[in-house]
């Protein structure tokens, strides 16, 4: 028996049938949504290092509801799906509105703080910038014909780094037009003086004088010679002589304007019509320095060839120096710069002045100068304080930068390696007084007793001095007592002596071997030599800080002669990280015997 179905009970079967999902079609939705939490995540996590950080969040959540809406809208049914797709569409229109106005300007969000592009910027607003983001800076000064003078050339961070991830920057300031600067000059001769000036404010010339003489066979204004072509450095001085024509033909004219104008430009319009001038020399607030103030006779004065005007000249305005110790690093150089001066830095140790503010400068709170005046300034470092030190050699060339007396002893020391450190009078970290001497006290290693030589055989002596760790050395004298015993030692028993010091010892004989007549030779024709010396004069090299000439090598050679006399022979060498003056491989050459028949080689640091 078949199985009857009212009408609407079949549509309900049929609706649900024919909208039922395949799937794969679920599988992709699912795929999706989790790719679009993952990619929403992403951007979030992303826009930490974003500077529009909170548009790419709300981006972010915009398209996650966006992709959620629609997965949802899709799983349901006809009826029930509707709303969920107005909902879709509105977020979507939403998500295109924002967008538009962001990209547009028309809204603002708040972003991170991230480093601006400084090229061609002051250097007073840089300053000012760093030091309200307490970011470090370092300046170097290049010279530039493009960028004015002290402003940004270029900056060693990429603008739009996020401040998060910015410690410290440096800048290139310009310095304007280097002058010294070496550029080729034409013949201009025939050329009209305009023209030359051209090309002499393009190429920053700036010792420049023009010459007008009579000459009736060139027209008025044009260049008959000059100093100088070729080669020249753009400080260098370039006379330019230019002709006035037949002066009888001058005429008068309309004195123009010459406020604001520079004084060369000023001087060819006044020479190329036979007008001579004088200058005076004002401050003024607003007229750049080097140009006019005013003339005198004023501008449509009629002036005739050979009249004289006086030209008015700025000196820039009048600068009342401020007491400059109690302005810091910025301070100074804003105010360097608002006032067009030249500023000199330099800075040192001081235990009394704060780091960073003034300990002196080469001009006094109330004194008048002139813009472009050179300002020098010492700034303080702070305390000079005593750093961490693991050899001998760093400590003498940190002493001699900084003009630190010091002085070296040396001391038996049974864990203390043999010319190493032992300790300074003044302790790590603690503040340097300059006037005061450091003393370093340097390992002599384990004392060791000077045995009694006397009477035991070369060999014995030997076998014994090698047991200690000291270095013996031996010489024949002619003798009564037992052949080939020990007669006499250097250092008496008993004496504390360290491993690098040797210890010579006179071993008897009978017969004057034949080194011994050659000494005995040299002996009758030198002086102040003592008469018991029949061998070469051994000494041992002992180097310490005061022998050190630092960037005087044929000093330092001088001390080390004075000292050990023909024991030793200077050679001088370059070295790319050694100092003028020091010994190269000083620690190798410490504690080693040396003879005045085979000198030790000390290689002194020349690179001048």
Known sequence: MKQKYDVEELKNILYEEKN???????????????????????????????????YEIINAILILLIILNFTISFKKNRKQKSGNTIFTSILIIITIIFNVLYLSNIISLPVQKYLPDFYNKSLTYVLTWTKSNNIKHEETFDYSDNIKKYNIINQTKTPKTLLKNLKEIGFTISKGPDYTKEIIIPDMTNWNSEDALKFINKNHLNNVQFIFEENKEIENNIIIRQSITGKIKRNDKLVVTTSLGDKSKLTPINLKDLKNENLLNSEVYLGKHGITYELKYEFSNKIERGKIIKTDPQKNSKISPNDKIILTISKGKEIKVPELKNMTYEDVTKWAIENNLEIEYSDKY??????????????????????????????????????????LNSFITWATTYNIKYEIKEEFNDEIAIDNIIKFSVNENDTVNQENPIIVYISKGKAIKVPNFIGKTKTEIQKECNSLGITCTFTNTRSEKKENTAIK?????????????????????????????????????QTNTNSNQNNCETVVIRLNGSEIKANDPAGTCSTLKSKYGNA????????????????????????????????????IVKNS
């Not at 200077?570 to 190269?584: A, K, P, Q, V």
Request: overall charge neutral; glycine content about 4%.
């Open 20 to 54: 039922k999902k395949p799937l794969f079609t679920n599988i992709i939705l699912s795929i999706m949504l989790v790719f679009a939490f993952i990619f929403s995540a992403f951007l979030i996590i992303d826009s930490t290092n974003r500077i529009d950080e909170t």
């Open 568 to 603: 030793i022979k200077c050679e001088y060498t370059s070295s790319d990280n050694g100092t003028d003056g020091f010994i190269l491989n000083s620690r190798e050459i410490n504690g080693k015997s040396a003879s005045t028949c085979n000198p030790l080689i000390v290689k």
């Open 489 to 525: 030692q250097s250092i008496t028993e008993g004496t504390e002596i360290s491993k690098k010091q040797t210890i010579n010892i006179e071993i008897a004989t009978a017969k004057q071997n034949a080194q011994a007549k050659n000494n005995q030779t040299n002996q009758n024709s």
């Open 350 to 391: 001081d235990n009394e002045i704060k780091k960073g503010l003034i300990i002196s400068s080469n001009c006094k709170a109330g004194d008048i100068i002139e813009e472009e005046t050179k300002i020098s300034v010492t700034f303080s470092k702070g305390k000079l304080v005593m750093p961490k030190f693991s050899e």
